[in-house]
């Protein structure tokens, strides 16, 4: 009952949202029409560094766009420091290891309260390309090494954002993942893996949450610049995701602007001092761009302007504290426990000394540096909010490392009989302000030396240590096995000194878990060869194959799984059933699965679904994450959880076809608490709807004719003429020899049985055949 209704709220929504966008259409072509060639032009590029290009005569209007992804961050210019107070939410790669879709949508509604409030239109955010490789330096600001997860992330988010009348900028499509040589590079990267690793984060996004604008990457995909790529802006974007809004060019990400036309890209940013518009002007005169091209482009542009320009409310004031409590609250479910030997946190209400060593817990890394830098509104510290919460305790303080990251003989030693007089250390480590940044990639996975050396000569005196790291990205961690916890609070804003507070007490039971994976170390990296990029060319040589699917395919051992996180209680999982075993892949198939809190206090869970295809056409990951919920279950309490999959859950991406295709047979659907932990699993037997339908030439392969029933004959007839037997084979010998000469046979193009025929099987037979195979 409740689902259909909330079905029929999503299509009564979707139905509004694309009625609302062709009212803006015909509004803008109405204007557009009326429009000189050089006002045209003008709206195809900027007015300023953030806004767009007025036209008053004919009632066009400026917006303002900004950044970013996890704060407003509206500045004058290029000046990132200087822009006005905004909630700092934690970076990108915090708030995916929430998983929590619902939390992420509220962030998306507060930051939408704050572009309201200072009359911003679009927010330049999020951010969803794949983290390839550990070292990223924007790897902060995106979600995931997963599609699914990243997908689903950002349509949260920017269902929040545009619910509140605000616009999103999707970005930066596509296949923008290194910093190094960003603005020239070329990805280049197979159709197959773009659109089964590179492309659905996007594809979900626009399907389910139609962001107002997507942003274009500087990079150049298979030698052709992003802004000017038909291939990615109409072809895919556009024509084949059904996308509505307009394309945006990353600041900057301009080569060719008449070329970016005619591809798809709507709007350049920054302005371009009238110098591309004129291009523009002159490339329509010269009849090298078309003018109807143009009046398109425009009129996309227009009618997502028309719309922005509504949908601004005047007045609205924020509640900054109302904010700042949520940001604690999406920082806190950002939090990824990642050890804890003998139940060592949360801090025991008994332990009276506790020592409290690193800077981070006074002065947090709290952000990343580059375009999405946000100036807080507050800034909370671990240090102040631990005293605040548990007041039986003595905090004892020692610096430990400076803020570059190094530590002497003083700082050690004072940090050493710190830990000595204590129950209890609470050791706050990480990555300071310039090991990660927009613009630049990470040169190792390591923590700086000092903050290594700092938890190995703790770690020798006392325990009991709890190392809190603060970072944006996946580090390695030598002292594992020295230390008692492990707390990943990623980057967390501005409350996540407080957050860090919530779940070292436990007033917060930690519920995150790792949107990529750390692996043990970089050489075994699925890109320990092929990163950044060697020559202007980045070579995606691993294919589908990164993060989780490639350890599980390679059977590394991470340092920590994808997927994976602790709690301050215990869950199981049971009874996994399927509405159906055997089925067609356009059934409605759902799995349901029961999840018991078996631990003493309330906590949530991430329950994840993977699918393995048992006997696969080509090389698949081993288990794909397709679905994943999240729930909260007081003690003792269960919840039936339930998925319903989809032909696409089952599908690979065919290069032949240039589309999704599933293969008949046995899929695993595995479920659980991590990728490296699914004790749940049913196996459905599932039934192709869409056949491929093999197309025969003179260059197919002599095997692959056994694949229809047409072929078959003909495979017959050729493999017994070619094996010279005109009978079956009887005795071991003979059954021995024909398979023999058939293995030989097998993996021939057909074309070479003419030259093996020496000229009795004739080019017209060859011919013939094929039209007898490729007949319907
Ligand atoms: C970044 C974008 C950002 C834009 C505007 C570019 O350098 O790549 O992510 O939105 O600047 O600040």
Request: hydrophobic share 40%; aromatic share 8%.
């Amino acid at each position: 009952m409740r689902k259909s209704y909330v079905l029929g709220c999503f299509f009564f929504a979707v139905l509004s949202a694309s009625a609302q966008t062709t009212d803006y259409r015909e509004k803008a072509k109405k204007i557009v029409a009326q429009m000189t060639l050089e006002e045209k032009a003008s709206l195809c590029s900027g007015e300023t560094a953030w806004s767009t290009q007025a036209i008053p005569r004919l009632g066009v209007p400026s917006i303002f766009m900004t950044d970013g992804p996890h704060g407003l961050r509206k500045a004058e210019g290029f000046d990132f420091t200087n822009s006005v107070p905004a909630t700092c939410f934690p970076t990108a790669s915090g708030l995916a290891s929430s998983w929590n879709k619902e939390l992420v949508k509220r962030v998306g509604e507060a930051l939408a309260t704050e572009s309201q409030a200072n009359d911003v239109q679009i927010l330049l955010g999020p951010g969803i390309n794949m983290k390839r490789s550990p070292l990223g330096g924007r790897n902060f600001e995106y979600f995931s090494e997963d599609p699914v997860l990243s997908g689903k992330i950002a349509a949260a988010f920017i269902n929040g954002v545009q619910s509140k009348g605000v616009g999103t900028s999707l970005k930066h499509f596509a296949a923008n993942n290194q910093e190094f040589e960003r603005m020239s590079n070329s990805s280049v990267v197979d159709e197959r893996t773009l659109s089964e690793i590179y492309f659905p984060a996007f594809e979900i996004a626009v399907k389910e949450a139609q962001p107002w604008t997507v942003m274009c990457s500087y990079n150049k995909l298979n030698g052709v610049y992003a802004s000017e790529n038909e291939y990615l802006l109409t072809d895919v974007l556009k024509k084949k995701w059904g996308f509505q809004g307009f394309v945006v060019s990353d600041w900057g990400a301009v080569n060719d602007r008449p070329l970016g036309v005619t591809a798809g890209l709507n709007l350049e940013m920054p302005a371009s001092g009238g110098f591309n518009n004129k291009k523009i002007v002159d490339a329509v005169k010269k009849g090298t761009l078309s003018e109807s091209k143009l009046d398109e482009i425009v009129i996309e542009t227009l009618a997502i302007t028309l719309k922005a320009k509504d949908s601004h409310q005047q007045g609205i004031v924020v509640d900054k504290a109302k904010h700042h409590t949520l940001a604690r609250e999406a920082s806190g479910e950002s939090i990824v426990l990642l050890k804890n030997s003998n139940g060592i946190l949360p801090l025991k209400v008994s332990a009276k000394k506790v020592a409290i060593i690193g800077a981070f817990a006074k002065k947090p890394r709290y952000q990343g540096a580059g375009s999405s830098q946000v100036k807080p509104t507050q800034i909370e510290n671990a240090f102040d909010e631990l005293q605040k919460l548990a007041k039986g305790t003595t905090f004892s303080y020692a610096e430990g490392y400076t803020s570059a990251g190094d530590t002497n003989a003083t700082l050690l030693n004072e940090a050493v009989k710190n830990a000595k007089g204590a129950e209890t250390v609470l050791l706050f480590a990480g990555l300071p302000d310039v090991y990660e940044s927009e613009g630049y990639d990470r040169a190792n996975m390591d923590l700086p030396a000092g903050h290594n050396q700092l938890i190995d000569a703790v770690a020798k005196v006392n325990k009991n240590v709890v190392v809190i790291l603060l970072n944006g990205s996946a580090v390695s961690t030598p002292w594992k096995k020295e230390v008692a916890s492990i707390v990943e609070a990623y980057l967390g804003g501005q409350a996540g000194g407080g957050a860090i507070a919530d779940v070292l007490t436990g007033k917060v039971n930690p519920s995150g878990k790792l949107s990529e994976t750390f692996p043990m170390r970089l050489e075994d990296t699925p890109t320990a060869i092929d990163f950044p990029s060697k020559d202007g060319v980045a070579n995606y040589g691993e294919g589908v194959f990164i993060g989780y699917r490639y350890y599980d395919k390679k059977k590394i051992e991470p340092n920590f799984p994808f997927g994976f996180g602790l709690s301050y209680t215990t869950f199981s999982y049971s009874d996994i059933k399927a509405n159906m075993t055997s089925a067609k892949d356009s059934d409605a198939i759902t799995i349901s699965v029961k999840v018991k809190n078996t631990g003493k206090v309330a906590g949530k869970e991430v329950v994840q679904l993977y699918v393995h295809e048992q006997e696969t056409a080509l090389s698949r990951p081993e288990n794909e994450l397709k679905h994943f919920e999240k729930i909260a279950l007081a003690p003792g309490e269960e919840k039936t959880v339930q998925f319903q999959l989809s032909s696409r859950d089952f599908a690979y991406y065919s290069t032949t076809a240039h589309d999704w295709i599933v293969k008949s047979g046995k899929f695993d659907i595995r479920v659980g608490s991590s990728s490296r932990d699914l004790p749940l699993q049913e196996t459905l037997d599932i039934q192709s709807t869409k056949i491929l339908t093999p197309v025969f030439t003179r260059n197919s392969l002599l095997k692959e004719f056994k694949q229809t029933k047409n072929s078959a004959v003909i495979y017959e007839a050729l493999t017994r003429s070619f094996t010279g037997s005109t009978k079956k084979a009887e005795t071991e010998e003979e059954k021995k020899a024909e398979a023999f000469m058939i293995a030989m046979l097998a993996d021939m193009p057909i074309n070479k049985f003419l030259l093996l025929s020496g000229g009795k099987f004739t080019e017209e037979q060859l011919q013939a055949l094929l039209q007898a195979a490729n007949a319907k």
